[in-house]
């Protein structure tokens, strides 16, 4: 028996192709993301001790140029944790927009893999309904050749 063809299966593989692609996007832009983050957790963490160092500097003598530039450095490390979080939530916007296109990549893969599952079940349905047509004309004449027989010996 021949396997029947799914019409659509160049684009089912397609869908899947580019389900793959947009997954590994996603992964990348995940990636992107979490590196933000860590980027804003560290320039967060330097703006922390310098602010610690300068609190303590006063009672150990620091000397005006020291605390401006101590004040220097926390505010440019203020600049840089605004870009920082700027390029978190613009990461985070990316994350959920190549979410979203993973979801409608996803889900388009999806109905095709059900049509084509359809597809099969009613091929498989016919092919039953096919056997069962054969197995019911070889019952009947069988059957009818029996009634012949069984009619030419009682005469």
């Known amino acids: 028996r021949m396997k029947p063809r799914f019409s659509l299966q160049r684009i089912l593989e397609l869908k899947e192709r580019k389900e793959q692609a947009v997954a590994i996007r996603l992964a990348d832009a995940r990636t992107a993301a979490e590196r933000a983050r860590e980027l804003e957790e560290e320039i967060d963490r330097l703006k922390q001790d310098s602010i610690e160092r300068r609190m303590g500097a006063p009672g150990a003598g620091a000397t005006v140029g020291q605390l401006q530039n101590t004040s220097f450095v926390i505010e440019k490390l ?15 916007v990316q994350v959920n927009a190549v979410l979203a296109e993973f979801s409608i990549a996803t889900r ?48």
Request: glycine letters at 4%; a negative charge; zero cysteines.
């Open 108 to 155: 388009e893969r999806q109905v095709l893999d059900r049509l084509k599952e359809k597809k099969r079940e009613a091929a498989m349905l016919e092919a039953a309904d096919a056997d069962r047509k054969t197995m019911d004309d070889i019952a009947l004449s069988r059957f009818g050749r029996r009634s012949q027989n069984n009619n030419g010996s009682d005469e």
């Open 78 to 92: 203020e600049q840089q944790l605004t870009e920082a979080r700027t390029a978190v939530r613009q990461a985070d």
